[in-house]
């Protein structure tokens, strides 16, 4: 059994449908279980072969309740393991935007300071009280440094650029600034991913960090045409402006010797999914 906090957001919804075409068995804990910032049950946890974090605040009033809330949620999970006895591994889903920015692909040992983002900055220290703590109860943990998931059938995130896009091309208008390429990967290849992970080596006493990531950057200028150009096929109207190329912001990961995590979808694979006249949009 793999129970999936915060499996009720975008990321849970496709994860918990590529878990069980695997045939695993998948428990979604979310927002209507409870508040996660002030408590998370022990007993969901009891029994599980693993636990993966996706429960965070990715947008906030705020940068003060961006950071406490993220950090009350760990606080949180790690008061559940608390009172567990066996305690199984957690797998906690964290993000490329750690790391600084960096002209080169970003690997374990990149800097991390000075922070991308804000919300980078939180990432990084949820990741270091996760760090201190499964030391302190003696837990496996495994953090994921991920790139942006997607998944090629509805829903589409509503906090994405790809989502962005997608009502661009309804607008009739897209705007891509600094020519930004991003590490992409499909969720279908996490499901299978962190599979693999659970199943190889993080039953130790120990914590494991990698970057979930494909290695190839893709541009999101170059999709934003591809995309325009299939609407327009099919009868829509639209077009893209580029704003302030250089320099081009870039996030690519490093990927592990093993690359789990798939070679990520292609442009003319995105494309056509934002250009789909059944698109589903949160």
Request: a neutral charge.
């Amino acid at each position: 059994m793999i129970v999936l906090l915060g499996g009720t957001g975008f990321v849970g919804i496709h994860l918990q449908r590529e878990l069980a075409l695997l045939g695993e068995s998948v428990v979604v804990k979310g927002e209507s279980d409870g508040d996660f910032r002030e408590n998370v049950d022990s007993s969901w946890c009891a029994g599980a072969d693993g636990v993966i974090v996706l429960a965070g605040v990715t947008r906030a009033a705020n940068s003060r309740d961006l950071i406490w809330d993220n950090l009350r949620i760990v606080a949180s999970v790690i008061d559940a393991y608390a009172q567990l006895g066996t305690k199984p591994p957690l797998l906690f889903l964290s993000s490329l935007h750690v790391y600084a920015i960096s002209p080169d692909p970003l690997a374990i040992n990149s800097p991390t300071s000075p922070s991308r983002s804000l919300y980078g900055w939180v990432k990084r220290a949820c990741e270091t009280f996760l760090q201190f703590h499964a030391g302190c109860l003696e837990f496996p943990l495994w953090i994921g440094r991920a790139g942006n998931l997607v998944a090629p059938s509805p829903p589409m995130n509503r906090l994405s650029f790809l989502h962005d896009m997608r009502m661009g091309l309804k607008a009739g208008r897209i705007v891509i600034r600094s020519s930004p390429k991003r590490d992409l990967v499909w969720i279908h290849d996490l499901a299978r991913g962190l599979l693999f992970r659970l199943k190889n080596g993080l039953h130790r006493k120990a914590v494991h960090i990698e970057n979930v990531c494909s290695g190839r950057p893709l541009s999101l200028a170059e999709l934003a045409a591809a995309a325009c150009e299939i609407w327009k096929a099919s009868g829509g109207s639209c077009d893209v402006e580029v704003k302030d190329p250089d320099p081009p912001d870039i996030m690519v990961g490093a990927p592990p010797v093993d690359r789990v995590w798939g070679s990520g979808p292609t442009v003319s694979e995105l494309a056509r999914l934002l250009a789909a006249p059944d698109t589903a949009l949160w």
